[in-house]
Each structure stands twice: as C-alpha cells, then as structure tokens.
C-alpha cells in the first residue's frame, strides 16, 4: 500500500488544529503537528512531506532544499514575509495565503487602539498612577485630529470608514488610481509630516523593510502617534524607542514587533509609552475557525485541482517613497 501523502504543522502558537487536522486526513493525509522555528527539526519530520503549514515558523531556500517532496506551503497568516517565495516558485512550490479573513478584526482592533492612543488608555489604565497623575501629552479631542493611513487596502480603506466623520482630516498614501471616499491622498512625506496618528497598512517586503527609519519618523509632528498591526519589520525600532526616548511621539500602539515573543529587555515591548498587543489583530472567535479550515482548504484544493483557494499574494503593496 503507497505511503498517504504527508501534511506537516509547523507552529499554530494558540491556535486548536483539530478542524485542519480532521479535514487533511479526511482527504488521505498524513499529519503531523509540530511547534516548533528550529529548520532542523521541521526538516527531520518534513523530509517526505508533500505539504506545509506554516505558521510563522521562517521557510527559507535552504530549508526548502530539504524538503525534496514538498509542492505546497498554506501558511497561517494574510501576509507571506516569513516564506522565501523566490525560492519556492524555483522549486515549483505553491505558496498560498488564509487572504482577507480577518479584515474586519484588524480594522476594527487598529481603530480600538487609535482610540486607545487619543485618550491616553495607555497611561491612565496603568495601575500604579496617582489618581491626579497626568501624562506630559496629555488626550486629544478626535474630531480636531489628522488621521494619515499608510496603505488604502481593504484593511486601510475599512479604518477610514471607521475614521471618516470622526476626525477632522482622514490622509492616505497608496499606488495612484486607489482611493477610498473621504480620504485625501498625498505623498508619504506629506501624511507623515501632517498627521496626528500616523497607521500602517503595509506588507513587508523589501521595499517596505525599515521603511518607517529615524528620519521619516523624525518628520513625524512632536506628540503624534505611531500605530502599526501590519508587520514589525516595517518600522526601525531602534529609531521608535529613540523617537519615544526624546518625547518626540507621545507613544506608539503596537500589535507586532520585529521579533515576537519579545526578548526581555525589548525596548520597544517595555516601554512606557508603548501600547502593546500580542500581535491578536486578526483574531476573534470566528477567524480562530476560520484560519485553521482555510488554511488545511488550501491543501485539500490544490490536491484535488493543482491550486490552493487563495493564490499567492505576492503583491508589493506600495512603493515607499512615493507612488509608482
């Protein structure tokens, strides 16, 4: 009897495979659940396998080297930065995303901590603070303030809808041709340089990689705001933590950072005028669901068909400097 094919887990971190699992093996797989980064490790029980899931475990060409029978990697998560998609397509390596599951979480989770942001939660909600204590940028009326959204996607365009009416201006910065009703397009410069809450809508890629550095932050007005629930890759956080250092932002909200979990002693993660969430933008009680079934779909289909349900997206978003 020939050997079912085999679909490997890399790591899920909180999420329950149980749905994916049963589905996988429904259609004849093999599966196995790892949790584990280590390339080592994920190429010892990888070596016959046929299919990846990946969560944000890095899948470079040198580990693909090491999966001879591998033809599809479904990888948890909108983005695909963590994947050498260069390598895989080398390789003739489908790679397939969960697409746009959770827009409406990651919109409504940045709009949560805009909000947060401008009334200083951040601060007051601290335990420890005297009952009078008062931050030195202090909370700031919304409707008087200037939202700038770097990045008009579906999650971009969704915040602006929250935003529109609420603030007084709503900027954006994309590729020409996309707008979004309300919304005010200009160059990147110029949003950073006139906003009050500067959004991050982007997806890392090497254009974008560090693209927010000391000094497109240090155009940022004094006692702005940065948000940022896209990658954490797209912003220098040495430069941040300085920027927070010198009183120049009021704070940063943040639900990713370059290296997640944080080291202890991450200056970013510990400090004081830092916003942080667990990278939990995406999730609700639907998307856990939602993400393990696409996720496991993606393999059932391209088995069945020689494609996933979401094909790789493989978009560079914007360039970062100005429109192309």
């Given at each position: ?32 659940v790892l949790e584990t980064h280590d390339p ?85 909600a601290r335990r420890g603070r005297g009952w ?130 944080p080291p202890a002693g991450d200056r970013l ?56």
């Amino acid at each position: 009897m020939p050997d079912r094919p085999l679909a490997v887990y890399t790591d899920l971190s909180d999420l329950d495979p149980a749905p994916g699992v049963a589905l996988l093996e429904s259609a004849g797989f093999e599966v196995r659940v790892l949790e584990t980064h280590d390339p080592g490790e994920i190429a010892a029980s990888a070596a016959r396998a046929t299919a990846l899931l990946a969560g944000f475990a890095p899948i470079d060409a040198a580990l693909l080297a090491r999966l001879p029978r591998l033809r599809i990697i479904s990888v948890l998560s909108r983005g695909h930065d963590s994947i050498d998609v260069d390598a895989a397509a080398a390789r003739g390596i489908r790679v397939a995303t969960v697409g746009d599951i959770a827009t409406a979480e990651v919109a409504t989770h940045t709009w949560a901590l805009i909000l947060a942001a401008v009334r200083r939660l951040d601060f007051f909600a601290r335990r420890g603070r005297g009952w009078l204590e008062r931050p030195v940028h202090g909370p700031r009326r919304l409707s008087e303030l200037t939202l700038g959204l770097v990045g008009l996607g579906r999650i971009g365009a969704e915040v602006a809808e929250f935003a529109v009416g609420s603030v007084e201006t709503v900027l954006g910065f994309d590729r020409p041709g996309r707008s979004v009703p309300g919304v005010t397009g200009t160059s990147l410069e110029d949003l950073v340089a006139r906003s009050d809450v500067v959004s991050i809508h982007l997806p890392l890629t090497r254009a974008t990689s560090g693209l927010f550095d000391a000094d497109l932050i240090g155009r940022m007005p004094r006692g702005s705001w940065l948000i940022n629930v896209s990658r954490g890759g797209i912003v220098d956080a040495r430069a941040l933590a300085d920027a927070l250092d010198l009183g120049h932002l009021a704070g940063a909200a943040l639900d990713v950072l370059g290296t997640e979990p944080p080291p202890a002693g991450d200056r970013l993660a510990e400090h004081p005028n830092v916003l942080l969430t667990p990278h939990v933008a995406y999730l609700s009680d639907a998307t856990a669901r939602d993400y393990i079934l696409t996720q496991a779909r993606n393999v059932v289909h391209w088995q069945r068909t020689g494609r996933p349900l979401e094909p790789p997206a493989i978009r560079c978003g914007v360039s970062p400097r100005g429109p192309r």
